[in-house]
């Protein structure tokens, strides 16, 4: 079936679809002839409903806490799903060191009266074979690889910070949900997403601002830190493959092959930097080697062939030019993530413990 049959009519409830990947979900699926998309979100510090202007009125948002258990229940009612598509979480591991709260009851109490929700509304349905439930999790729950090898969709799970322990919990709920009552999902694990409107807390945005403002590009500890990068549009595509090609009570490893340094991540921001301002000073000259994240991770690296052979999914861009495109992008659009500086986030460190 083609994707257009395949998504024609659908309602879609996404939760999160204020935050960065969230958003990204909502301009996709606006792009297909879905009949009704539904956004849930708590509109944290995290959201920011600029990132879906492009989509006008395709969508409809209801201010929703996924803690708040009976509002969880109206937003089913009201939007009458076909596919929920789980992005709501907390979800900077920095902030879970600080406040690991918020993170135990959005994406652990959150994500259980989400489950308890959709398993009540598709009972109530007569529990329809095309419904589907995506949860999308993180390679952060398999805790931390050494210089060599994979996780693939068997690797145990070994969190080790308060933000991949309570995405840990929410995947377990969530293959619960399968196992015992056949509720229809799929659960995606992903790595480092990267692209535009990205909250500015964030490696790529974060340097970008720092090194345009002449200021310290802080790295953790020795910066060798190895991550797996995606660009977040690569990362939508696989997922809404997902839905229409996986199979329910899956477990799919999304992974693009791109594995990089920090240090090297940071490096290419300053090389499109200086291509862009050959008349400034070298950007990465204001590398800085800042105390490390406690119980910073390594290494993650994914094996996503049961992925790629299932859906047949590759990336479209190379971390090489997605990331050109990105540092472009945030250049281009200094106005939102400034007001964001201005507003609510002021680059202070965070996750010093
Ligand atoms: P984000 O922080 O940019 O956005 C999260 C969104 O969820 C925000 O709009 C926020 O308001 C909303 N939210 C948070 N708590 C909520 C709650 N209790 N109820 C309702 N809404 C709530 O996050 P993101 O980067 O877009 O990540 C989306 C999902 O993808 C998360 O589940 C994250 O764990 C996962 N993920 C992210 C990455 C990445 O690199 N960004 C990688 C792999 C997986």
């Known amino acids: 079936m083609s994707a257009e049959l395949y998504w024609k009519d659908k309602r879609i409830l996404v939760t999160g679809g204020a935050g960065f990947i969230g958003a990204e979900i909502v301009r996709q699926l606006s792009h297909l002839n ?10 944290t510090y995290a959201a920011d409903l600029r990132r879906l202007d492009s989509v006008k009125d395709n969508y409809s948002l209801k201010k929703v806490a996924l803690e708040d258990s009976s ?26 060191i600080d406040g690991p709260e918020d993170f135990v009851q959005s994406n652990i109490v959150g994500t259980f009266n989400l489950l308890h929700a ?21 390679d952060e729950i398999y ?12 690797s145990p799970y070994d969190p080790r910070s308060p933000y991949s322990a309570s995405k840990a919990a929410s995947d377990h709920l969530v293959k619960a949900w399968w196992h015992t009552y056949k509720l229809p999902v ?4 992903c790595g480092n997403n990267y692209g535009p409107w990205q909250f500015p807390e964030k490696l790529i945005p974060l340097m970008v601002a720092n090194a345009i403002d002449g200021k310290p590009l802080p790295l953790y500890g020795d910066g060798q830190q190895v991550r797996e990068w995606i660009h977040v549009t690569d990362h939508v595509s696989a997922l809404l493959l997902a839905i229409e090609k996986g199979s329910t009570g899956e477990t799919y490893l999304i992974g693009s092959g791109e594995e990089k340094t920090n240090r090297s991540v940071v490096e290419g921001i300053c090389d499109r930097l200086h291509q862009k301002h050959p008349d400034k000073k070298t950007f990465s000259d204001l590398i800085a080697y800042v105390q490390d994240r ?8 994914l094996d996503a062939s049961k992925f790629r052979s299932k859906t047949g999914w590759s990336p479209k861009n190379t971390f090489e030019q997605g990331l050109i495109d990105t540092v472009d992008w945030y250049v281009e659009n200094q106005l939102w993530w400034r007001q964001i ?7 202070e460190r965070l996750g010093i413990f």
């Open 34 to 43: 879905v009949k009704r998309i539904v956004v849930l979100d708590k509109l």
């Open 71 to 96: 509002a969880v229940q109206d937003a089913f009612q009201e939007a009458q799903p076909d596919i929920v598509i789980h992005a709501a979480a907390e979800s900077h591991v920095d902030r879970s």
């Open 118 to 138: 959709a398993l009540s509304f598709w009972t109530e349905k007569g529990k329809p074979s095309q419904f589907r439930f995506l949860h999308i999790s993180t």
């Open 143 to 154: 805790g931390s690889l050494g210089e060599a090898g994979f996780f693939d969709e068997t």
């Open 186 to 189: 799929i659960t995606t694990n």
């Open 294 to 301: 406690p119980g910073h991770d390594q290494r993650y690296a």
């Open 341 to 347: 500086q201005a507003e609510k986030y002021h680059q």
